[in-house]
C-alpha cells in the first residue's frame, strides 16, 4: 500500500465512523452492524499505526481513549462562562417574568430547560472538528480535558450540514443514573467506597487523566448555548434546532425536556410537571432553567456581573426531614473496612420510610459533629442513599455523648488501623475476624462467583461456627452427615447444598478468578487477567510490569494481585482448590493446527489480505506465539509493507527469517 493509498483510506474511514457513530448515539438509528463497524475501525486503527502522519485529530479511534493527559492545561475561555441567577420561589420567577416584561416591549418568547446535575463543558469547533474542551473552572479560565471529552460517543467529532467556522457550544456532562448504579455496585463489590452522587463521579471521570478509563465509563452530554460571533441564529430555541442538524444530541422535545412557551403559565406548567416527573427521568437534574429566547431580547437585557438577566434557573428543594440519631453500629465488610451507619428513628421521606443511614467513615462523623439522641436533618443524596446533612443543635441535651469512631473491632476486638491515603479505618485480623472470613464465603458462593445456591449466608454462618469450614476451600471437603445436623437442615437441603458445591466445580476460572475476592479485581478486571494470564500459576507469578501491561490493570490492583499470592496462607488455599476440582486455568483454545507450535512469530507492517490482528489470530489459531519485539528467539518476522527499517536492521543482524505476507499464506496452506 502506498503512502498516498493509506493517506486516503485513513480519510475515508474517518469520515464514515463518524458518520455511523452519530447514526447510532445520537439518532439511535444504526444502517450497519456493531460487527461491520468494529471491523473498520480495527482496519483504521491499523492504518493509523503504519502511517501516524495521516492519523486526524478527530478520529474515531479517539473514542476509544488511550492519550494520557499528566496535568490539565489551564485555558482562558473566550466567552467567560457565567452562572445562572437561581431561586426556590415560584414568587420570584413570577417577579422575573414582570421585569422581563417593563424592560422588553415586544412580544417575549421563553424556552423552558431541564437542569442537568453534571459538570459544565464548553467545546470549541473550527471549520467543523471538535478542537478543544474545556471545564468551567473558575468562569474564567477552567481545565483542557479535550482527549476525555471525545471518548463521549454522543458528542460528535466531526460536524455536518452548514455549520459555523468557528464557534463554542455549551454543555453538561453528566452520568446516568443506571451506569451510576452500575459502577457503584462494581465497587461495592470490591468493597470500595462509593461515589455519593451521579455528579460527584461526572466530574471525577472528566479528570481521569487515562482517556480509555473516560472511554468505559459511558459519560453523556446536553448541550444548551452556543457561543460564537456573526452566527446565523437568531434565538436560543433556533440554535437548538441547529445544533442538531450539525450533527448534536438536543433534548428530547417529544419527552417535554425542552419547551418554548409564551406565558408565565406555561413557564409554571413546565416547573410543576418536573417537580413530580424528575424522579422518572433516566438522569439527574436540581431544577429548571427558563431562558429569553430571542437573541435581540437577550442582548437589550445584558448582564449583571455573575449572571445574564434573561435567564434564571427555578432549583428543586431537596425533601429534608428531622428525626432522632438513635444510636451509630459499625459494620465490619469482607475486607476488613469499617462503615459507621446511623440508627434512626423510622420517618418518612421521598415516599419510603428511612430507618438508617450510611456515616461513611470517621471523617463524615467528625463533620457532622454528631452526638447520641441528636435531631438530625435528613436527605436522600443523590435521590439515593439517605445522609445526615446537619444537626439541629437547639434540640441536643446538655449530657448528651459525642459519637465517637470506635478504636477496636466490634466483632474481633483487634485494634483497628487506618492505612495512609484510605479514608477508612480496618480490622487488620483477616484470618479470623468472623464477618471478613464469612464474608469472603458469601462473596465466594455468590451467583456471580461460584453460584453455589444451595448455601445461604445463614448456613455459612453457621459452618463456620461450628469450625466445618474456615475457608472456601473447607466446603469442598464437607460431607453429608455434617451438613445434615446443621440447624434447619434436612436430607433434601443436604444434598442440595452438596450438588452446588460439586457443580461449582464446573465454574470457568475467571469467574473463580473473581469470586476468590481478591481487593479490586471485580467482575471485569478478573476477565481481563484470566484472558492475560492462561492459569493461576501464570498469574501468582507475574511480574509488577506484566500485571500493568494488561488493559486497565494500574499500580493499585497490581500491588493487591501480587500481595494476595505472596500469602502462604493464600498459597495453600489455590492448592485446596485445585486439590478438590476446581477451574484454575482457562478453556484450552481448540487449535485449528499445530502447524506454528514452538515457533514465535513478530508481526510488522500492513497488509492486504488480513488486518494485524486477524494475521496475528490465525497464528495463534494455528499453535504458533506472537511476541513483541525481535530477538534471538524469534523464529519468523512476517513483514507486511512499512515495516520500520530499524527492524529490518536488527532481524538481518540476528539472521531472524523474514516472511512477506505472500510466504506466510503459502507457509500457511502447505
Ligand atoms: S444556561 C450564563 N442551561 O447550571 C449561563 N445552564 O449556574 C448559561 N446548567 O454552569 C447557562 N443545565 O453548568 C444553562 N439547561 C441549562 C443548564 C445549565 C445545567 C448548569 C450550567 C451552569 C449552571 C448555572
Known amino acids: 500500500m502506498t503512502a498516498l493509498e493509506a493517506k486516503q483510506e485513513i480519510e475515508r474511514l474517518t469520515k464514515e465512523l463518524n458518520y455511523h457513530n452519530h447514526l447510532y448515539y445520537v439518532e439511535s438509528n444504526p444502517e450497519i452492524t456493531d460487527y461491520d463497524f468494529d471491523m473498520r475501525l480495527n482496519r483504521l486503527q491499523v492504518l493509523e499505526q503504519n502511517f501516524p502522519e495521516f492519523a486526524s485529530e478527530i478520529s474515531p479511534t479517539k473514542r476509544v481513549g488511550g492519550d494520557i493527559t499528566k496535568k490539565f492545561a489551564s485555558i482562558k475561555h473566550r466567552f467567560p462562562m457565567l452562572s445562572l441567577g437561581n431561586t426556590y420561589s415560584r414568587e ?10 417593563k424592560s422588553i416591549e415586544t412580544k417575549i418568547e421563553y424556552v423552558c430547560e431541564l437542569k442537568y446535575d453534571g459538570v459544565a463543558i464548553g467545546i470549541a469547533y473550527e471549520n467543523g472538528k471538535l478542537v478543544r474542551a474545556v471545564t468551567r473552572g473558575d468562569g474564567t479560565s477552567g481545565e483542557d480535558v479535550t482527549a476525555n471529552v471525545k471518548t463521549i460517543k454522543t458528542i460528535p467529532l466531526q460536524l455536518q450540514g452548514d455549520y459555523p467556522k468557528d464557534f463554542e457550544i455549551r454543555g453538561e456532562i453528566f452520568y446516568p443514573i443506571a ?37 468505559s465509563r459511558g459519560l453523556d ?128 421521606l421521598g415516599g419510603t420510610v428511612v430507618r ?56 474481633c476486638q483487634t485494634e483497628l488501623v487506618r492505612r495512609e491515603g ?49 475457608n472456601v476451600a473447607d466446603l469442598y471437603t464437607l460431607t453429608f452427615d455434617q451438613v445434615v ?34 481487593r479490586f479485581v471485580g467482575e471485569t478486571v478478573a476477565k481481563k487477567l484470566a484472558t492475560k494470564f492462561d492459569n493461576i500459576d501464570l498469574l501468582a507469578q507475574a511480574s509488577f510490569d506484566e500485571l500493568i501491561a494488561v488493559d486497565e490493570i494500574g499500580e493499585r490492583i497490581a500491588i493487591s494481585v501480587q500481595s494476595y499470592f ?41 497488509f492486504s489480505t488480513f488486518s494485524r490482528d486477524e494475521l ?25 509493507e512499512n515495516m520500520g527499517p530499524a527492524k529490518l536492521d536488527k532481524a538481518t543482524k540476528l539472521g531472524v527469517s523474514i516472511l512477506t505476507e505472500q510466504e506466510f499464506i503459502e507457509f500457511l496452506n502447505n
Not at 367 to 381: H, I, Q
Open 616 to 640: 496475528k489470530k490465525v497464528i495463534e489459531d494455528n499453535g504458533g506465539k506472537n511476541v513483541s519485539s525481535i530477538s534471538a528467539k524469534t523464529t519468523y518476522i512476517v513483514a507486511g
Open 221 to 348: 452530554c446536553f448541550l444548551y448555548g452556543i457561543y460564537g460571533e456573526d452566527l446565523p441564529i437568531n434565538s436560543h430555541f433556533e440554535s437548538v434546532l441547529k445544533a442538531k442538524e450539525w450533527g448534536f444530541k438536543i433534548p428530547v422535545l417529544a419527552e417535554n425536556y425542552i419547551h418554548k412557551t409564551d406565558s408565565i403559565d406555561g413557564i409554571m406548567e413546565f416547573i410543576e410537571y418536573w417537580d413530580k416527573q424528575r424522579e422518572n427521568l433516566p438522569f439527574e437534574i436540581d431544577g429548571v432553567v427558563i431562558k429569553v429566547n430571542n437573541y435581540e431580547a437577550q442582548q437589550e437585557l445584558g448582564f449583571t456581573a455573575k449572571s445574564p438577566r434573561w435567564a434564571i434557573a427555578y432549583k428543586f428543594k431537596t425533601e429534608r426531614v428531622e428525626t432522632l440519631l438513635e444510636s451509630v453500629v459499625f459494620q465490619v465488610g469482607r475486607t476488613g473496612s469499617i462503615t459507621p451507619v446511623a440508627n434512626l428513628k423510622a420517618v418518612q
Open 356 to 411: 438508617r443511614a450510611s456515616l461513611h467513615n470517621a471523617d463524615q462523623i467528625e463533620k457532622n459533629d454528631l452526638y447520641l439522641g441528636d435531631s438530625v436533618y435528613v436527605e436522600k443524596g443523590g435521590e439515593i442513599i439517605p445522609k445526615i446533612v446537619g444537626v439541629n443543635l437547639e434540640k441536643r441535651a446538655a449530657n448528651a455523648h459525642k459519637v465517637d469512631f470506635i478504636t477496636h473491632c466490634p466483632e
Open 566 to 606: 505472596l500469602e502462604e496462607e493464600h498459597k495453600q488455599l489455590i492448592e485446596k482448590l485445585r486439590l478438590a476440582g476446581v477451574q484454575l486455568q482457562g478453556v484450552k483454545k481448540e487449535l485449528l493446527s499445530n502447524k506454528f507450535e514452538g515457533m514465535n512469530f513478530v508481526v510488522s507492517g500492513v
Open 92 to 101: 420570584e420567577i413570577i417577579d422575573w417574568e414582570n421585569r422581563i416584561k
Open 485 to 518: 445436623n446443621l440447624d434447619r437442615m434436612a436430607d433434601r437441603s443436604a444434598n442440595n447444598l452438596l450438588q452446588s458445591v460439586e457443580a461449582s466445580k464446573q465454574i470457568p476460572y475467571e469467574r473463580v478468578l473473581f469470586a476468590l475476592g481478591i
Open 179 to 215: 451506569s451510576f448504579h452500575k459502577m457503584n455496585e462494581e465497587r461495592r463489590e470490591n468493597d470500595e467506597s462509593e461515589y455519593a452522587n451521579p455528579r460527584n463521579l461526572a466530574s471525577g471521570t472528566l479528570k481521569q487523566q487515562d482517556s480509555r478509563i473516560v472511554a
Open 422 to 470: 484510605e479514608s477508612n479505618h480496618f480490622c487488620p485480623n483477616e484470618k479470623a475476624c468472623p464477618p471478613q472470613v464469612t464474608g469472603r464465603m458469601e462473596h465466594f458462593i455468590a451467583r456471580k462467583g461460584m453460584n453455589i445456591d444451595g448455601l445461604g449466608v445463614e448456613t455459612i454462618v453457621q459452618l463456620f461456627q461450628a469450625g466445618l469450614v474456615k
